[in-house]
Structure formats: C-alpha cells, structure tokens
C-alpha cells in the first residue's frame, strides 16, 4: 500500500468513528518512519487500526473493513484491531511514531517504530511475517542489536524467545555483503 492509500483509510475511519487518533500496529506502520518505504515490502492491503481514545470505537470500523463495499470498490481495507493482536516489547507505547502528514482530514495515525513492528512478526511466526522481516533487516532498516534488546523485554516464553533470537541472528547474517 502506498502512504495516499493509508491516508484514505484514515480519513474513512474518522467519519465513521469521530476519532481523530488512531495507532497502526501491522506492516503499514513502516510508514511512518519511511512514508516512501517501496511498494514490494509493503504488499498487504489492510491498514491494522486500533482508535486510540475509544477503544471501543475500534470496531465500528468493520464497515470499511474486509469484504466491505469500500475493499470492494478501493481494493484495500481498515483491518479492526486491539492491542492483543500483536506481541510487543515493554515501552511499545513510548516509541509510536507520527504518521508523516497527509490528505486525512485531520486524523492523525501514531505508528509502531519499526523495531516494535518486527518483534510483533518475529512473534507471529507466520512464512509472510518472517519473510517481512529479513527484508527489514536486509535494507537496513531495523539493527539486530536494538531487536534483541527489545526482545529481552517482550513478555514471551523462554522457548519462543531463543527461537526468535536465531531468526533475527540469521536475518542479519543473510543481510550482511558479502
């Protein structure tokens, strides 16, 4: 999704909820630290939304969400989500990112920083979320360094955590020139 695809949502979602504030915690929330990421890293066609007041608002957004006449009509959709969705490190909240401004009407977005949004794929361990995150790792734009110290403070069993701590070691590894 491009970020005029996003805005789109956003708007959206601020007509059917009153919301002004919204958190993105899926793979679009690379959008707001690199708002011009390239179209092939960013290959879904939901925005993960969360109302950030109204929790509780966060639902209304299923009239814009999969299936809906506006995925139908625009091809992409709001995916309705709450902070259970993903797994994230402690202090998540303190390193939301501004989404960059943009034709929203107003409604502003605050994003996962890229770090927190791999840890939450890492966690998911699904094929399209790892393959997500070697391509992060491979155009620089998350550390291994910051990942496993953020890893270190992500509420997860022991045995997910060393799985985890492999993959993001051989991301970097598969990264490396050379």
């Known amino acids: 999704m491009k970020k005029q695809q996003v805005d789109h949502v956003l708007r959206a979602a601020g007509r059917i909820t009153g919301e002004r504030l919204f958190i993105i915690i899926g793979s679009q929330a690379l959008h707001g630290k690199h708002?011009?990421?390239?179209?092939?890293?960013?290959?879904?066609?939901?925005v993960d939304l969360m109302a950030d007041t109204n929790i509780d608002r966060t639902e209304w957004l299923n009239v814009i969400g999969v299936d809906s006449q506006f995925h139908e009509t625009y091809g992409?959709?709001?995916?309705?989500?709450?902070?259970a969705t993903a797994t994230l490190p402690k202090g998540w909240r303190?390193?939301?990112?501004?989404?960059?401004?943009?034709?929203?009407?107003?409604?502003?977005?605050?994003?996962?920083?890229?770090?927190?949004?791999?840890?939450a794929k890492y966690a998911a361990f699904r094929d399209k979320d790892l393959t997500f995150t070697?391509?992060?790792?491979?155009?620089?734009?998350?550390?291994?360094?910051q990942l496993l110290r953020l890893l270190e403070v992500t509420e997860i069993s022991g045995e997910l955590r060393a799985?985890?701590?492999?993959?993001?070691v051989a991301d970097f590894r598969r990264a490396a020139p050379g």
Do not use: N
Request: net charge negative; charged share 35%.
């Open 35 to 46: 708002p011009d990421v390239a179209d092939e890293i960013l290959t879904s066609f939901e």
């Open 76 to 83: 992409y959709y709001a995916d309705a989500v709450d902070i």
């Open 94 to 119: 303190s390193r939301l990112v501004d989404l960059p401004p943009g034709d929203t009407e107003g409604v502003r977005a605050l994003c996962l920083d890229p770090h927190d949004l791999a840890i």
């Open 134 to 145: 070697r391509e992060l790792a491979r155009r620089g734009i998350t550390a291994q360094e």
């Open 163 to 168: 799985r985890i701590s492999d993959r993001i």
